[in-house]
């Protein structure tokens, strides 16, 4: 996955994806997931609130709304080998987040 590595010399994610076959929108998803640092974090769970419940067209109980867990209650579990180490896919989630103005200008320097 990571064999990708983001090298910063690429402009966007759109070309990233071109050049390893994948849609850009598909491989934001997937550079945004935390899986590949080899750990399962589930942080988030189920609103048991009355406000939390979905009712669906013909009356029957849907699904809940999902709320953030507190930070003493998130649940991180080892899943496999990491792909690629927590502070590399830290630094890709810092690039993703870069408004396309700056990200050129961050990428015209390497």
Known sequence: MLAISIRLSVRFIMEVGRKVGIEGFNLRNILRNPIYTGWRVIDKKRDMSLAGKYITKDG????????????????????????????????????IELPEVFREQFFSLG
Not at 70 to 94: T, W
């Open 60 to 95: 029957r109980q849907g699904d809940r709304r999902k709320i953030k867990r507190l930070p003493d209650e998130v649940i991180r579990v080892k899943v496999l080998e990491p792909l690629i180490s927590e502070s590399e896919f830290n630094q890709v989630q810092r690039i």
